[in-house]
């Protein structure tokens, strides 16, 4: 007779099991606040704005840091200095004269999107934390695998305690490609492995290439995650809308019935 099946679960973090995007829209409300206050209301919607700013934002990932001497690319410095980029770009375009001393300040609210507090604040997802006790409790692996800054993201997994899940099973990475995952597949050869997470061409799409399974979770949050639906013939990939749907997946699905 076949034996049970054992699982393992890669999860992402940032919008996956926590809202990141959260902390930055706060920091821009301040800077938008900032600059009405300062070209004295005159000054582009919030909207606009914002849009412009975020693709300030997405082409600094390729420029090299001038003080660290590497691309901006996912590190903590990158969104200040967007912001800082933003308001020098109102100041080209006639709303007010530059001053280096408020593109300083500029960047102060920006790094404001990595306060401690903000990530206290929100915590985990609805269900974030049933989930993982749930998993936790049918002995299944807990693996996770986030990408970001090394600091900021190390300040993420202390505040919300994730070693209470995952214990040394925490990796901080600069991408995910199909290597890292075929990697994770070696390191667990016994089991059913499945990556869970917002992004299809980061967590999903790399996953199923190494031959993992893939647990979409949908969550745009900005233009460098672009929006992608997952190929809907692929058997190994499945969708919910919330994380704590996994109860309702592991209950349900063949995938969890079957024998190995």
Same mark, same amino acid.
């Given at each position: ?93 006639? $709303? !007010?004269?530059?001053?280096?001393? =408020?593109? #300083?300040?500029? %960047?102060?609210?920006?790094? *404001? ?52 899940? $995952? !214990?040394?099973?925490?990796?901080? =990475?600069? #991408?995910?490609? %199909?290597?890292?995952?075929? *990697? ?77």
């Amino acid at each position: 007779m076949r034996g049970q099946r054992k699982f393992c679960w890669v999860f992402d973090l940032d919008d996956t099991l926590m809202w990141t995007s959260y902390a930055y829209s706060i920091a821009f409300r301040e800077f938008y606040d900032y600059m009405l206050k300062l070209f004295k209301y005159r000054l582009i919607e919030l909207r606009t704005l914002g849009t412009i700013s975020e693709k300030i934002d997405l082409e600094l990932r390729t420029e090299v840091n001038p003080t660290l001497g590497v691309p901006y690319g996912y590190s903590r410095h990158r969104f200040p200095e967007s912001l800082s980029r933003t308001y020098q770009m109102l100041c080209e375009k006639g $709303f !007010g004269r530059f001053n280096e001393l =408020v593109a #300083s300040r500029v %960047r102060d609210i920006g790094y *404001r999107a990595f306060d401690p507090l903000f990530y206290q604040e929100q915590g985990l997802v609805e269900g974030g934390k049933e989930t993982l006790d749930f998993l936790q409790t049918r002995e299944d692996e807990l693996v996770l695998v986030t990408k970001g800054d090394d600091l900021v993201q190390k300040t993420k997994i202390e505040i919300l305690e994730l070693d209470r899940w $995952f !214990g040394d099973e925490i990796h901080i =990475v600069n #991408s995910k490609t %199909r290597e890292d995952f075929e *990697r994770m597949r070696q390191r667990f050869p016994e089991h059913t492995l499945i990556s869970v997470g917002n992004s299809f061409e980061s967590d999903i799409k790399p996953a199923i290439q190494a031959r993992l399974y893939g647990l979409y979770i949908p969550y745009h949050t900005w233009a460098a995650e672009p929006e992608r639906e997952p190929d809907e013939v692929n058997s190994k990939v499945f969708k919910i809308d919330r994380i704590f749907k996994i109860f309702y997946f592991v209950g349900t699905n063949e995938l969890f019935t079957t024998p190995a």
